[in-house]
């Protein structure tokens, strides 16, 4: 059984940091690239990063780059999103997810195979 759990959400203040992590198990890690997502109430799910099954490519969506960090620890089955200079429109519930495409797709989560449960991030201004 596959299973991805978040951690490290919380409230913090805008220009504060969190660091979210997701650990994997039940599934063979290093064949994954994993993606972050959030999802603010009322909105659709969006991508924010992607790290590469090895960890040598990422990619974020533009609104994150420069503040965001994705990294990842394969011997620890982790995976990890850094979130500095963090804004109101950073509050969401943020989700980890596993992509094994083989048409190298990554935007939409419903190319993504399984999912954590989410945690939330509150930024107050």
């Known amino acids: 059984q596959v299973q991805l759990v978040e951690s490290g959400g919380g409230l913090v203040q805008a220009g504060g940091s969190l660091r979210l992590s997701c650990v994997a198990s039940g599934l063979s890690f290093s064949t994954y690239s994993m993606g972050w997502f959030r999802q603010a109430p009322e909105k659709e799910r969006e991508f924010v990063a992607l790290?590469?099954?090895?960890?040598?490519?990422?990619t974020y969506v533009e609104g994150v780059k420069g503040r965001f960090t994705i990294s990842r620890d394969n011997a620890k089955n982790s995976v990890y999103l850094q979130m500095n200079s963090l804004k109101s429109e950073d509050t969401a519930v943020y989700y980890c997810?596993?992509?094994?495409?083989?048409?190298?797709?990554?935007?939409?989560?419903?190319?993504?195979?399984?999912w954590g449960q989410g945690t939330q991030v509150t930024v107050s201004s």
């Open positions: 790290i590469s099954k090895s960890g040598g490519s990422t």
């Open positions: 997810a596993a992509l094994q495409d083989k048409f190298g797709r990554w935007l939409s989560p419903s190319y993504y195979d399984n």
